[in-house]
């Protein structure tokens, strides 16, 4: 699975932005879609998850509630819609495919990334 993020870019606190993740290659559908965020001098971390086959989603606690992850099967994309943003949401934004879980290890595939920078 090859994987491309898009749609990052610079938001005013408090603002909304999406970012997407395209895949190609292998049946997406057979993988379960992450995104994880590394600020500067930071560790990556989690930001949400769906599964697979059910479409559940999980979020980080710092996310909850003001972002929204869904999938399109058909089209071989996921979409991360964020809202609220603020100042510390700023990090470069991966997505990654492979076993649902919060770890980065739990996932094969990943995009380059995308930068995400929310102004104060």
């Known amino acids: 699975v090859q994987l491309q993020a898009s749609g990052g870019g610079l938001v005013q606190a408090g603002g909304s932005l999406r970012v997407s993740c395209a895949a190609s290659?292998?049946?997406?559908?057979?993988?379960?879609m992450g995104w994880f965020r590394q600020a500067p001098g930071k560790e990556r971390e989690f930001v949400a998850s769906?599964?697979?086959?059910?479409?559940?989603?999980y979020y980080a606690d710092s996310v909850q509630g003001r972002f929204t992850l869904s999938r399109d099967n058909a089209l071989k994309k996921a979409h991360l819609q964020m809202t609220l943003l603020k100042p510390e949401d700023t990090a470069v934004y991966f997505c990654?495919?492979?076993?649902?879980?919060?770890?980065?290890?739990?996932?094969?595939?990943w995009g380059p990334g995308t930068q995400v920078t929310v102004s104060s």
């Open positions: 990654a495919a492979g076993s649902t879980g919060m770890n980065p290890g739990d996932y094969e595939y």
């Open positions: 290659g292998r049946t997406f559908r057979w993988y379960s």
């Open positions: 769906v599964e697979r086959t059910t479409g559940r989603t």
